[in-house]
Nanobody
């Protein structure tokens, strides 16, 4: 089992940037596919980005493609989400999640990521 702790959220103006980090416990971090999800007030949790075990493959929701970059450092047991050109609609709680599914295609489904952090708040002011 893996424990996840997010950090790096905060308040930023439209057009600004933030870098989220998610630190994982344990010595098997590289065996997990990692994802970032977000939940806006009054809305369901939605997929933002995912990265393969090696970091060689990534996948993004259309809403963040070209603005967000997911990366990982397996030596540091950490996954990152660099967020640029932020918009008010990016506001929400951001969660990192870990999964061990074996399909080659990165999943956008929260059900395939059984391990979750507590979330970090991102607020983008207009």
């Amino acid at each position: 089992q893996v424990q996840l702790v997010e950090s790096g959220g905060g308040l930023v103006q439209t057009g600004g940037s933030l870098r989220l980090s998610c630190a994982a416990s344990g010595r098997t971090f590289s065996s997990y596919v990692m994802g970032w999800f977000r939940q806006a007030p009054g809305k369901e949790r939605e997929f933002a980005a995912a990265i393969s075990r090696s970091g060689g493959s990534t996948y993004y929701a259309d809403s963040v493609k070209g603005r967000f970059t997911i990366s990982r450092d397996n030596a540091k047991n950490t996954v990152y989400l660099q967020m640029n050109s932020l918009k008010p609609e990016d506001t929400g709680v951001y969660y990192c999640a870990a999964g061990r599914y074996t399909r080659n295609v990165l999943s956008t489904s929260a059900f395939e990521y059984p391990y979750w952090g507590q979330g970090t708040q991102v607020t983008v002011s207009s």
